[in-house]
């Protein structure tokens, strides 16, 4: 039986290169290989990432060269109370993070949230984008590509949807600029985050572009998507999930809970997150919301570098009068490209699946598409708990002693 001292002594002789282990040996052996092959170049002992709770072979679709598992710290806030087009009823919210704080934030403001009656959240847009760019001889061809495809978007859908079980092709938006034409290609992908469905599917149809037109492919991606880069196409088109959740807190609420008044939280947010993220030039409006996007990201199994797109998020305030004679907070958050799955990807390693079953949506949905757009509102809900625990903090200047007392 091969060893993970023989197959690193192999890989040190020059005889095996480190990608090629799993053809020698199953797969946990493999990485014990790799893990000594490290230590002796390094010095350093690789015990705690050896200790890892699921079998190796598990991750082969996530990883390659793989030595261990990077364990993050998981907690849950809630029960986020939320009153969905998908979800409905009350959440826990697995998170994992390293910041210190934030849960326990995230956890104040959902219990704001719950004492006011829950949150409202939609999923109001749906579309995971692969966006080509072809090369044509100029302005002429340029029309001439774009006209075809507009008129033969059934031929594209059928092109595509030939690749897929699931996936639908919602729309191509094509965009010109001088010699290349960028076909942004649009997918309804279910419960899948469905990248990958996007770009096989894509993949097809521009074979059917390439034969029934001028324009020549230069890369399947071709950056108009945009993925996990800041974009403000994503801000306006939105991509994935556009998601929006929002609660009325009554003014009471606002100054027992959060020691503050709604029209100081309307200053601070109007002041902080849209005047001075104008200022900045930033694509997102809001407080943190990539804070918990990420947290959620990590503990559920979605593609944490989509954390881009997700800091696309205008944080919404009003202070609308009651019948006290004071002043009530509306709150609202709206993420206009929250990318998120159920099935697939990294939501099948044995961690990511326990998070996503503590919310009920582990794997496909009833109606397809109904788990990943649930997941979509409670991370919406849990996002807007977040931007009303630091909007309180700050305005009530409680946001140092907040982090001095957790010793953060």
């Excluded at 998981?74 to 409905?88: L, N, Q, S």
């Excluded at 009656?117 to 995971?128: D, E, L, W």
């Excluded at 076909?183 to 996007?198: E, I, P, Q």
């Excluded at 800041?230 to 609420?253: C, Q």
């Amino acid at each position: 039986m091969t060893t993970a001292d023989d197959l690193a002594d192999r890989v040190r002789d020059g005889e095996l290169r480190i990608h090629e282990l799993e053809a020698h040996a199953d797969h946990d052996t493999a990485a014990e290989a790799r893990r000594l092959v490290v230590e002796r170049e390094t010095g350093v002992d690789l015990e705690t990432i050896a200790d890892y709770g699921f079998p190796a072979e598990t991750a082969e679709p996530n990883i390659e060269n793989m030595i261990g598992a990077a364990q993050v710290p998981m907690g849950v806030v809630g029960p986020a109370t939320v009153d969905g087009g998908a979800a409905d009823g009350e959440y826990y919210l697995p998170l994992a993070t390293t910041e210190g704080a934030l849960l326990a934030s995230v956890n104040r403001g959902l219990s704001v949230i719950d004492a006011a009656g829950g949150a409202t959240a939609r999923v109001t847009k749906n579309g995971m984008t692969r966006a080509p760019v072809f090369r044509v001889d100029g302005v002429a061809e340029a029309a001439e590509t774009v006209e075809w495809v507009e008129k033969n978007l059934e031929t594209l859908r059928e092109a595509a949807e030939a690749t897929t079980s699931h996936g639908e092709l919602l729309g191509v938006e094509p965009y010109v600029v001088g010699d290349s034409v960028y076909l942004r290609f649009a997918y309804d992908t279910k419960d899948a985050m469905g990248m990958n469905m996007a770009t096989i599917a894509t993949g097809e149809a521009c074979a059917v572009v390439e034969r029934e037109t001028p324009a020549s492919l230069v890369a399947l991606s071709g950056n108009l998507c945009s993925d996990k880069k800041p974009a403000a196409i994503n801000a306006v088109e939105g991509r994935g999930r556009s998601v929006t959740a929002d609660v009325v807190i009554p003014g009471d609420l606002v100054e027992d809970r959060l020691h503050t008044t709604a029209e100081a939280i309307v200053e601070a947010n109007t002041r902080k997150n849209l005047t001075g993220s104008a200022k900045a030039g930033a694509l997102g409006f809001n407080a943190h919301a990539a804070n918990v996007v990420a947290a959620a990201f990590l503990a559920t199994g979605q593609d944490e570098a989509q954390v881009v797109e997700g800091a696309n998020t205008i944080t919404t305030m009003d202070a609308r009068p009651n019948d006290d004679g004071g002043h009530d907070l509306y709150a609202a958050v709206s993420l206009a490209s929250l990318e998120v799955g159920t099935v697939g990807g990294g939501t099948k390693l044995p961690t990511q699946a326990e998070a996503l079953e503590i919310l009920g949506l582990q794997g496909g949905g009833d109606p397809a598409g109904s788990n990943a757009d649930a997941l979509a509102e409670v991370i919406a809900v849990g996002t807007l708990a977040g931007e009303l625990s630091l909007l309180g903090a700050l305005s009530s200047r409680h946001l140092a002693s907040a982090h001095e007392e957790l010793g953060r």
